[in-house]
Structure formats: structure tokens, C-alpha cells
């Protein structure tokens, strides 16, 4: 175990991740210690992961948060280069190898949880372990449809990519981020905070949506969960409007072996005031060098 007083300051990386493609990184801690990637989740920048998380994970490993495509500092393709969902999934092993990291402990939140679902089915040999929350299982054909994201939240979506200047649209996202909290911990000072920081980062206040508009195929491979052998952590968010119970616990359930724990009070969203238990829940399985077992 990497003690506190090793981790180091953040390191940043640019990433090919394909041609004409270059993606932010950054991995903080000390770079002896197990990898930790973080996949965060649609039009989200990888500085939505919290600061409070990053460090309490680094304590014992090195963290790497990163860009998608389209986000943050990393290069705007979509309008010239459309791609699909599931090229995302190979951007966050590009990341992997910008960092030399052969295997490392990946987690997920949202759109997120679902590419590291797809690095669990094609990819397995570079996760140690899995951590998804916030998000459902892959689609399977033929069976019936899990419950989506409230009318609320798809009432707002479609206002996304609607222009404002910086304080309306940071105004906006706070919303956004009250509606995705879902009742549970919310502090507007706190996410209008974040929102500031990462326009800041992005040299850009333009709402960000290629996401929403890439080619979702690829994304119905449900019924391979069942030959997952990397051990999984499913954390449920029992108030999250978007992948609302039993998402949570129908993941858990398709995967061999998964863990899954409840944090009360989580929605789609990471408040200071959960991070603790959050952090608990992911260093569960990954505060080790070595794969955790299966229980």
C-alpha cells in the first residue's frame, strides 16, 4: 500500500488517442503505485471528477483522469470526424498506454460505467478490477426495458446545446446537477464552482453534446456480461433520475460474481459530502497491488 506522504503532484499528458485526435490526461500519485483509471461519463470532462476523490484514491494508487473526445481540452472531432459510442471504450486504453500502464483498476460512472463494460467484455486482460455506478447493463435484445432517466431530466436535455454566455450557461449546469442529484446532497455553491473550473480548463464556455449525437451501435451486448470474470463493484445510487433502481442491481446481477453496495442518499452526481463513502466503496477492491479476489 502507497503510503499518504508519497503521492506526488499531478502529472499531465497529451494522448493519441486516434489520428487528428488528442486527449488531456493527467495522473496523480505516485507513478509506483497500481493504476487507477477514472471514465467519466457523456460530454463530461475528466475534471468532473471531484479533486476531494482523486486525492483520497491516490493515497493508495495512481490516479488518471482524462478528457473524452469532445470534452475539456481534448480535440473537438465530432463535427468533422463523427464516431461512434464505442470508440470512447478505445480511448481509455490509449490513455492506458500513454501512461505505460499494462493493467489498472478502471472505474465508471454513467456513460462511463457503460465503457468499462465493454473494456470488461473486449479488453479484459488490462483491468485488475471493475468499479460502474451511476449507470445500467448494456442493452440486451429481447428483453424487457429497464427504467431511463425521468421526464425531468429529458425535458432539460433538450436544452443542451442551447447557446449562453458563461454565467447562463454555469447557471444552467448547476440546475442540471440539482435535478441529477435527484433529492439527495446538493451545495449550488459547490457545482457552480465546478462548472467555473472546468470552463476555465477548457478555454471554452460552448455546451458541449456530441455525445448525445454520436452513433450508439455497438451497445447491445448485454447477454456477454455473463462470461465477465474481472471482479466487479456495482455501486447503486438509489436516487439517481437517470439509471434509476434496478438498473444497479440488474448489472450485478448479469455479472459472475459482482458486488454490489448501496451508498443512501447518491444520485447522478458527486457531492463532497458522499465522497467519503464513495471512495470506500471503489478502495474496497482496488487499495491492493494485486487483483482483489472474488468473494
Known amino acids: 500500500m502507497t503510503h499518504p506522504s508519497a503521492v506526488r503532484a499531478a502529472e499531465e499528458r497529451w494522448v493519441a488517442a486516434a489520428p487528428g485526435v488528442r486527449l488531456w490526461a493527467e495522473a496523480t500519485g505516485d507513478p509506483g503505485a497500481p ?13 468532473a471528477w471531484p479533486d476531494a476523490l482523486v486525492a483520497r484514491l491516490a493515497e493508495h494508487n495512481r490516479v488518471i483522469r482524462y478528457d473524452h473526445r469532445d470534452t475539456g481540452r481534448s480535440t473537438r472531432a465530432f463535427a468533422t470526424d463523427p464516431y461512434a459510442i464505442a470508440a470512447l471504450a478505445g480511448d481509455a486504453l490509449a490513455v492506458l498506454d500513454a501512461f505505460g500502464a499494462e493493467r489498472a483498476h478502471v472505474a465508471g460512472m454513467s456513460l462511463g460505467g457503460l465503457l468499462v463494460q465493454l473494456l470488461l467484455l473486449d479488453a479484459p486482460e488490462r483491468l485488475h478490477t471493475a468499479t460502474v455506478f451511476s449507470t445500467g447493463p448494456l442493452h440486451t435484445p429481447g428483453t424487457p426495458e429497464l427504467p431511463g432517466p425521468t421526464d425531468e431530466v429529458m425535458a432539460m436535455w433538450q436544452h443542451l446545446g442551447e447557446p449562453r454566455d458563461r454565467e447562463a450557461e454555469v447557471a444552467f449546469n448547476v440546475e442540471h446537477w440539482r435535478l441529477l442529484s435527484g433529492g439527495g446532497p446538493f451545495e449550488p455553491e459547490e457545482f457552480r464552482a465546478l462548472e467555473r473550473r472546468i470552463r476555465d480548463h477548457a478555454g471554452t464556455d460552448a455546451p458541449t453534446v456530441a455525445h448525445a449525437l454520436a452513433d450508439p451501435s455497438n451497445l447491445d451486448r448485454g447477454a456477454e456480461l455473463a462470461g465477465v470474470t474481472t471482479p466487479t463493484l456495482v455501486i447503486e445510487a438509489p436516487l439517481d433520475p437517470v439509471y434509476p433502481p434496478p438498473n444497479a442491481g440488474e448489472l450485478a446481477r448479469r ?41
Request: hydrophobic share 45%.
Open 255 to 295: 455479472i459472475p460474481g459482482a458486488r454490489l453496495v448501496t451508498i443512501p442518499g447518491m444520485g447522478h452526481a458527486l457531492p463532497s459530502r458522499l465522497i467519503p463513502q464513495i471512495a470506500d466503496a471503489m478502495l474496497s477492491r482496488s487499495m491492493r497491488g494485486e487483483p482483489a479476489q472474488r468473494p
Open 35 to 47: 493504476p487507477f483509471l477514472l471514465v467519466m461519463g457523456a460530454n463530461a470532462s475528466g475534471l
